[in-house]
């Protein structure tokens, strides 16, 4: 089993606007993205770094000058060759008169760019001409149509659901609330992150995975059967998008074959007692290392359900680990209750 922090990075890192609710409305944005942006394919660009306004911009041959974001003026010191942070503490007039100078040594390379603008205004990107770009709405159209079953989990502790997207990048962390069953005598449940980037900024792929418990900081705790497919953006890109409906779909279809086994399971453990009576049944849940007190209080919830089937003990000992504090003693309880199971598995 592994813990897995990748969605965990994305809740301390990413900024309330880039932050969604649902996939509908990480779908809009995604697709506003698309339309307001454009692509700016240009042999033997030149570059020409300007200041407009007291800010340093980018004209990109006979095109109106462009502001920088982020990525996009590391990736132009990039080409340039000089240092970012040492670029970011000069004046702008100083900065765009480096720029001009470093860029022009690389001009005589004659290489070929592609630039992506958003509204005309905004550099979003400056890529060589090998960059193949995968629109992140045709991520997400992906995720609606063949993850129809799977949300973001519970909101993390600064209510973000596991849905992002900014100019750089997107992320989705999506799991099955349903699709818990058995594994090994430990209970699991169907999840999986995807990224992408328009601007090679990372690349594109999935990870699916099977998990044990998500606590507040969406750390995905006790994961089994982690499998991964990236892919950089270049040539085929797009071919990524069938492997990645490929993944989910066969993540489905095995959390079907073993939910259809473990529903056989979860009959047979409601037709068969732990217990004969709490004295019993006391006795059983000490000899498998639960707590007098917890052990107690999962049998009287027994109780009111209607009895001391090995099913209903599972089930009260699931409700109580809910009411725990901590995500290590949460998993932990869970662990040893669905291990009961095993009892009526074979």
């Given at each position: ?135 992140n709405i ?89 499998t991964e ?73 027994a109780a ?43």
């Open positions: 089993m592994t813990n897995l922090t990748q969605a965990s990075h994305e809740l301390f890192f990413r900024p309330a606007d880039e932050r969604f609710e649902t996939l509908a409305e990480l779908a809009i944005y995604c697709h506003n993205q698309r339309e307001h942006s454009r692509r700016l394919k240009e042999p033997s660009a030149v570059f020409s770094p300007e200041v407009q306004n007291g800010r340093l911009t980018l004209r990109i041959n006979g095109y109106q000058p462009l502001s920088l974001n982020q990525w996009s003026f590391s990736q132009l010191c990039s080409i340039a060759g000089v240092a970012k942070d040492t670029v970011n503490r000069l004046r702008p007039q100083t900065a765009a008169q480096v720029l001009t100078e470093t860029l022009r040594e690389r001009s005589e390379d004659d290489l070929d760019f592609q630039a992506l603008a958003f509204d005309d205004s905004l550099l979003r990107s400056v890529n060589s001409e090998r960059y193949r770009r995968l629109w045709d991520l997400v159209q992906t995720l609606q149509e063949f993850a129809v079953d799977f949300v973001p989990p519970q909101k993390g502790f600064n209510g973000a659901t596991g849905l992002y997207a900014g100019q750089q990048d997107m992320f989705c962390f999506l799991i099955d609330p349903n699709g818990w069953t058995d594994i090994g005598g430990e209970l699991f449940a169907p999840g999986f992150f995807v990224w992408n980037s328009e601007v090679g900024r990372r690349t594109v792929g999935i990870s699916t995975f099977w998990y044990q418990s998500i606590c507040g900081n969406h750390i995905v705790w006790d994961a089994v059967e982690v497919i990236t892919r950089r953006h270049i040539g085929r890109v797009r071919d990524t998008l069938a492997q990645i409906r490929q993944a989910i779909e066969q993540l489905a279809k095995k959390r079907d074959e073993r939910k259809d086994r473990f529903a056989k399971v979860v009959a047979k453990a409601m037709q068969t007692a732990y217990g004969q009576d709490r004295e019993q049944t006391q006795r059983l849940l000490s000899q498998a290392k639960f707590t007098r007190p917890l052990a107690q209080k999962a049998i009287g919830i009111e359900s209607g009895g001391f089937s090995i099913w209903s003990m599972v089930n009260a000992l699931t409700q109580l680990s809910r009411q725990t504090r901590f995500a290590g003693s949460r998993a932990e309880l869970d662990q040893k209750a669905s291990a009961l199971l095993n009892l009526v598995a074979a």
